[in-house]
């Protein structure tokens, strides 16, 4: 699985930050992060596994949210958001975005 990692906030909740798979692409080829605000650490994994994403484990803290990302997850009325990630490391131009765009479906044309 791809890194991810997590900060405890001062008043004992934690925030949870991890590179997936984009569920938009079949063969996995892009990357986005997800940041989930919650009571602890199993309980923001718990989070992300009810709405479908089952294979979801944080092993260690090699990628822990940035002080931006804690920013703009704890100003998100949901406390879950993601946004892509780009191949050369460097931090994207792009708003974060609620999970329920990435988990929408497209529908055929």
């Not at 949210?65 to 997850?73: F, G, K, L």
């Not at 946004?83 to 191949?87: L, M, S």
């Given at each position: 699985?791809a890194?991810g990692?997590?900060?405890?906030?001062?008043?004992?909740?934690?925030?949870?930050?991890?590179?997936?798979?984009s569920?938009?692409?079949?063969?996995?080829?892009?990357a986005?992060r997800?940041l989930?605000?919650?009571h602890?650490r199993?309980r923001?994994l718990?989070?992300?596994?009810n709405?479908?994403?089952?294979?979801v484990?944080l092993?260690g803290n090699?990628?822990p949210?940035?002080?931006?990302?804690?920013?703009?997850?704890l100003h998100h009325?949901?406390?879950l958001i993601w946004?892509?990630?780009?191949?050369n490391?460097?931090t994207?131009?792009?708003?974060?975005?609620?999970i329920?765009?990435?988990?929408?479906?497209p529908?055929a044309?």
């Open positions: 699985m890194a990692g997590f900060c405890k906030l001062p008043n004992g909740r934690v925030v949870v930050a991890l590179n997936l798979p569920p938009a692409t079949a063969d996995g080829s892009s986005v997800v989930v605000h919650a602890n199993a923001a718990t989070r992300l596994r709405l479908g994403m089952r294979a484990y092993r090699a990628a949210p940035t002080p931006d990302e804690i920013t703009a997850v009325p949901d406390g946004r892509t990630t780009p191949d490391g460097v994207p131009l792009e708003l974060w975005r609620p329920r765009s990435l988990l929408r479906r529908t044309a």
